[in-house]
């Protein structure tokens, strides 16, 4: 076996390749556009993975020619490229970026978008398939797909397929996910319609999957005989900078994060195998696992399971925060949580009386996202003096950074006494496979060309995840009697009632 060769690549999944398209992103003068998916498209083209005669156009209301933004999309590409930046790679890719002015609600503005992208399809000498990226804030979802419609762009030309990515968030309620759902299945077909979350284009969720289903030690113990209970966290040191708190504090962490990035990842450590790897087969299960999630009714059950908070002024990494409430955009008498932890249950065979606990807040004391399964303690027989909890296998799935697996065991210290102590094995996708992992966007970007929707959420998922977080908000803004808001200082790990929840079941969060 040389050094290069990739010792797993016989259990990879193998993708379908992404034939011609014109990619046209809406909000493209956005931060999304210059941090994330034209550096994402430049590294497609570094990795020979972006069909040949590829056209990217950006579709926003400002004025530019296509000199302008190439050069300020270059400029950010030389920031934000996980590749590095190559002139003469930039040359003939830049040269496929187009900018095309329009106001979103303006349909003389996608008649001549049409105009354009037919040109395109006659430099080709072949048409070609077209995928819109909506960028854009969500208010304006409504218009884009209005205009679409109307000037015929929901349609490939000549039997090509048109598509949509719709970014995050897809709805705030029930209600208007419902109404959105409408809204764009009324102008695309679901098939055709890919709700992006960027977790799970990251290289780890997806090995959650292999992990469990490609590996027989694991997929036997993998259900409540053996599992004590699952740990999901998601810890960001930032808060409202950068003017976050206009948007922050009409969300929150349970919309803004739990709704979509958390339930993503608890789906796939729950969901049973699917019959094959297919976007549907694979998505039946996910939803599932949503539907079997135990419904906490009433302020009662909610406070019982769930705690929320606010962060008060503190310091992270030394540097010193001022509290939620005086953030910058942040109503000074909010009652928007920037901290939450919940204590979930999946009511299935599998998962009977497995508690799974969820956190995620803002100014925490570092940045990391993993899951840990935590399996129960072995018998006591034949070693008698261990100690409850170091003897505890957990397997830790770490999604951000340094992505990678580990796998905590006892070990015998070296000696001529019988003396043990946890050991953990490691694996880190930096080193183990000799290349960095692609960026997320990367990956879904090209799913989304291939036709590949595994990896995006289907209506019903997004609609029943929903159905489940409004009973926590009506329980929280709705009632007479809610939960209390707790408060914790910045650079903590979240507030006391937090580790209350989890020491009332005799178990303690996993520090990071």
């Not at 000037?151 to 705030?172: D, H, I, T």
């Not at 796998?407 to 019988?418: A, H, Y």
Request: aromatic share 10%; hydrophobic share 40%.
């Amino acid at each position: 076996m040389s050094e290069l060769e990739n010792p797993f690549q016989e259990t990879l999944i193998q993708r379908h390749r992404a034939e011609p398209c014109t990619v046209v992103i809406f909000g493209a003068t956005g931060d999304l556009t210059h941090r994330k998916l034209i550096p994402a498209l430049y590294n497609l083209a570094a990795g020979g993975d972006l069909p040949p005669q590829a056209k990217v156009v950006g579709f926003a209301r400002r004025e530019k020619t296509d000199e302008g933004f190439r050069a300020e999309l270059e400029e950010a590409n030389k920031k934000h490229s996980r590749q590095g930046h190559d002139p003469a790679l930039w040359a003939s890719f830049g040269a496929s970026i187009h900018y095309h002015k329009s106001e979103f609600q303006d349909l003389e503005g996608y008649k001549s978008l049409k105009a354009l992208l037919d040109k395109f399809d006659e430099e080709r000498g072949v048409p070609a398939n077209r995928l819109f990226y909506l960028a854009s804030a969500p208010e304006f979802f409504d218009e884009i797909m209005l205009m679409l419609k109307q000037s015929g762009l929901n349609e490939g030309p000549q039997g090509k397929w048109a598509r949509v990515v719709c970014e995050k968030p897809f709805g705030k309620d029930l209600a208007t996910a419902r109404r959105l759902n409408q809204v764009v299945n009324d102008v695309f077909a679901e098939k055709d319609t890919y709700r992006i979350d960027h977790y799970l284009g990251k290289e780890t969720a997806q090995n959650i999957m292999v992990l469990r289903f490609a590996n027989v030690m694991f997929e036997p113990l993998w259900n409540s005989t053996y599992i004590d209970h699952v740990q999901i966290t998601c810890a960001e040191n930032l808060g409202m900078e950068g003017g976050r708190g206009g948007y922050y504090d009409t969300a929150g962490a349970l919309r803004d994060m739990v709704q979509n990035h958390l339930f993503q990842l608890l789906s796939l450590v729950a969901m049973e195998p699917p019959s094959d790897l297919g976007a549907d087969a694979v998505r039946d299960e996910k939803v599932k696992v949503i539907r079997s999630l135990r419904r906490y009714k009433g302020p009662e059950e909610v406070a019982k399971n769930i705690v929320r908070a606010q962060y008060t002024a503190g310091s992270v990494d030394g540097v010193e925060r001022v509290g939620y409430r005086q953030e910058d955009r942040v109503n000074p008498e909010s009652k928007t949580e920037s901290y939450v932890a919940l204590r979930l249950f999946v009511d299935t065979w599998r998962w009977q009386g497995v508690p799974f606990y969820v956190r995620v807040g803002k100014q925490l004391p570092k940045k990391a996202t993993e899951i840990s399964i935590h399996f129960k303690a072995p018998p006591q027989v034949p070693f008698p003096t261990l100690e409850q909890r170091g003897t505890r296998n957990v397997l830790v799935i770490r999604i951000q950074p340094d992505e990678g697996i580990s796998l905590r065991m006892l070990s015998k210290l070296p000696g001529v006494q019988l003396l043990m102590q946890p050991v953990k094995m490691d694996f880190r996708y930096s080193t183990s496979f000799g290349k960095a992992s692609p960026e997320a966007y990367e990956r879904l970007l090209l799913d989304a060309m291939a036709g590949d929707a595994t990896l995006f959420a289907r209506r019903d998922e997004v609609e029943n995840a929903w159905a489940f977080i409004d009973e926590l908000e009506n329980a929280w803004h709705k009632s007479g009697n809610p939960p209390p808001m707790c408060e914790y200082p910045a650079g903590s790990w979240g507030p006391k009632e937090a580790d209350e929840l989890l020491q009332a079941d005799g178990r303690v969060w996993r520090r990071l």
